[in-house]
T-cell receptor, first 115, second 109 residues
Framework: GAGVSQSPRYKVAKRGQDVALRCDPI?????LFWYQQALGQGPEFLTY????????KSGLPSDRFFAERPEGSVSTLKIQRTQQEDSAVYLC?????????????FGEGSWLTVV | GENVEQHPSTLSVQEGDSAVIKCTYS??????FPWYKQELGKRPQLIID?????GEKKDQRIAVTLNKTAKHFSLHITETQPEDSAVYFC????????FGAGTTVTVRA
């Protein structure tokens, strides 16, 4: 596609509910990143995939957070038993290759509100 | 891991004046330094970037400087316009981006 596409754009979840956020990276992009952006703050790294391999998940805040990219293209970020502190914008980003110094392109984000 | 600090957190300038945002980073392995502009409710958009093998890069009204020895880099916007009002983030990259906390720039007409 023309850019990184994320869905849903907006999600309201009741506390304790599970949510799944989808990311379609730019076609052919090897690297895929998930970031969490709280209101008024910079994006915080969650996890990184190179093709289908999850090479870094050091930023996932708890074991309630799980990400996958089974075929090396579309990725899903799943949050189990959502808590109010999970309310944030979840940004997906992709870049062409796995090396550093490559331009990273962001999607519009999925806005999650936990009530 | 990488730690990026960004200053100031807010910046108000008169239209036509210049704006300067400064960032420092901690990891000497970082070699790519992009700047993103984010408008309310929108995605971060890359406006300029610099790699560690150059000290300065310019694109029309925007310029970035990098001092690898001191581990700091800066964004300069000249002849500011109202549409420059946004939140600006610096970042440092080894393979993933570490972001600064952001600078809210307001250009007064």
């Amino acid at each position: 596609g023309a850019g990184v596409s994320q869905s849903p754009r907006y999600k309201v979840a009741k506390r304790g509910q599970d949510v799944a956020l989808r990311c379609d990276p730019i076609s052919g992009h090897v690297s895929l990143f998930w970031y969490q952006q709280a209101l008024g703050q910079g994006p915080e790294f969650l996890t990184y995939f190179q093709n289908e391999a999850q090479l870094d998940k050091s930023g996932l805040p708890s074991d309630r957070f799980f990400a996958e990219r089974p075929e090396g293209s579309v990725s899903t970020l799943k949050i189990q038993r959502t808590q109010q502190e999970d309310s944030a914008v979840y940004l997906c980003a992709s870049s062409l290759t796995g090396g550093d110094g490559n331009t990273i392109y962001f999607g519009e984000g999925s806005w999650l509100t936990v009530v | 891991g990488e730690n990026v600090e960004q200053h100031p957190s807010t910046l108000s300038v008169q239209e036509g004046d210049s704006a300067v945002i400064k960032c420092t980073y901690s990891d000497s392995a970082s070699n790519y330094f992009p700047w993103y502009k984010q408008e309310l409710g929108k995605r971060p958009q890359l406006i300029i970037d610099i790699r560690s093998n150059v000290g300065e890069k310019k694109d029309q009204r925007i310029a970035v400087t990098l001092n690898k020895t001191a581990k700091h880099f800066s964004l300069h916007i000249t002849e500011t316009q109202p549409e420059d009002s946004a939140v600006y983030f610096c970042a440092a990259n080894d393979y993933k981006l570490s972001f600064g906390a952001g600078t809210t720039v307001t250009v007064r007409a």
